[in-house]
């Protein structure tokens, strides 16, 4: 019932979830992320303790296969449930029961993990798995907004569109960022055009927020400005 992709970048250690389906508000229940710790993408009959307990596992130290293994041997939901997984290290994880609905399967690469159910056919995957690939040199969340278009224009889920979400943690425990569209005809579109005016208009906001090291923050008088004025007034 949906398409997703978890990842970690390897230059700066960002972790992040991009996903989208035919039901409403995907990044309630299936994105779970945790700086230093891991991404986790849970879904097809979505059961959400996986990504809470997943992120409890990668915390305690375990691997990404490890945290899998032990995640649905606890699971008696296994046979249609999936789930993929990205590790703090870029360990990659995957499960897709034998029962979830047809067309499902997944795809991992180096630090990526792409996974599908109830999709329009295998060509979803590959496609995302292939931008994965090609959109290395990218940030990343370029190269997950990448994923799902790609993934979108190969067919997508075969029920149509309503939801999308990208989330993604850098070094503090608040996203860097957390965008989501709940019900749209064209939520992949529409997280697009989102994330282009959250690169304006929030991230130079949050990058400058408080943080542990730096409680007082540090926003400069251009990004002061910028959120002084009114949403018309920014662009």
């Known amino acids: ?65 490890e945290a899998l293994a032990r995640l649905i041997a606890d699971d008696p939901g296994r046979k249609v449930r999936q789930v993929g997984i990205v590790d703090a290290a870029g360990r990659v994880a995957q499960h897709s029961g034998d029962d979830c609905t047809p067309w499902f399967g997944e795809a991992s690469g180096d630090g990526f993990a792409c996974q599908g159910n109830m999709l329009t056919g295998a060509e979803v995957i590959a496609a995302m798995a292939q931008s994965m690939e090609v959109s290395a040199a990218e940030a990343l969340d370029e190269r997950l907004m990448r994923a799902l278009e790609a993934g979108q224009a190969a067919g997508g889920d075969m029920r149509g569109r309503q939801s999308a979400s990208l989330k993604i943690h850098g070094t503090e425990e608040y996203p860097l960022l957390d965008l989501r569209v709940d019900a749209h005809e064209q939520p992949v579109a529409e997280l697009r055009r989102v994330l282009e005016i959250a690169r304006r208009q929030l991230l130079p906001f949050v990058t400058g927020m408080s943080t542990r090291t730096n409680p007082h923050g540090e926003l400069s008088e251009e990004v002061t400005s910028m959120l002084l004025c009114g949403p018309d007034d920014r662009l």
């Not at 995907?26 to 700086?35: Q, S």
């Not at 230093?36 to 097809?44: E, F, L, M, P």
């Open 1 to 65: 019932m949906t398409f997703s992709v978890a990842a970690r970048c390897a230059r700066t250690g960002q972790l992040g979830v991009a996903v989208s389906t035919a039901v409403p508000a995907v990044g309630a229940i299936c994105p779970f992320v945790a700086p230093g710790v891991g991404a986790i993408a849970t879904q097809s009959w979505v059961n959400p303790y996986l990504g809470i307990d997943g992120l409890t596992l990668l915390a305690q130290g375990l691997s990404a296969p």
